[in-house]
């Protein structure tokens, strides 16, 4: 019933949800977390970007990917390092949400398979490090 109740704030894109769904980030079960961010997402409130990010930080939450697409459709400049570095991680699933967000919130385009080998996917990782020390003091999204 949470969880569903979490789609349909998200759905109705009612602005007096975002305390109520920043709230059901802490959910104890998974499902209700995942579509407490994806409602996030959708309902477009950039504040709730600091509390998006803590998530990608907290093992806690468990799989990354709603909060790497909330992410993407806030167009969140500040979770790029975060996404280089869940290049890194050992789930495919999510490192293939983080190349995609990347690609979408900084409309470069440096090729990275998720399930390709290790070293092509370090060297994938090490060109978006060297993109984005170049240019995160000027980037906006």
């Not at 990354?64 to 969140?76: D, F, M, Q």
């Amino acid at each position: 019933m949470r969880r569903d109740a979490c789609e349909e704030l998200g759905t109705r894109g009612e602005p007096r949800a975002v305390p109520h769904l920043i709230r059901m980030l802490q959910d104890s079960v998974g499902a209700v977390r995942f579509a407490a961010a994806e409602a996030l997402g959708r309902l477009g409130d950039r504040s709730v970007i600091p509390h998006l990010l803590r998530l990608l930080d907290s093992p806690k939450f468990g799989a990354p990917h709603p909060v790497i697409e909330a992410l993407a459709g806030l167009r969140a400049g500040e979770a790029i390092p975060y996404f280089i570095r869940i290049l890194r991680d050992s789930d495919p699933r999510a490192r293939a949400a983080a190349a995609n967000a990347l690609m979408v919130i900084t409309r470069q385009v440096i090729p990275f398979k998720a399930k390709g080998l290790q070293e092509e996917r370090e060297a994938a990782v090490q060109q978006w490090e060297a993109w984005w020390r170049k240019n995160a003091p000027t980037f906006k999204t």
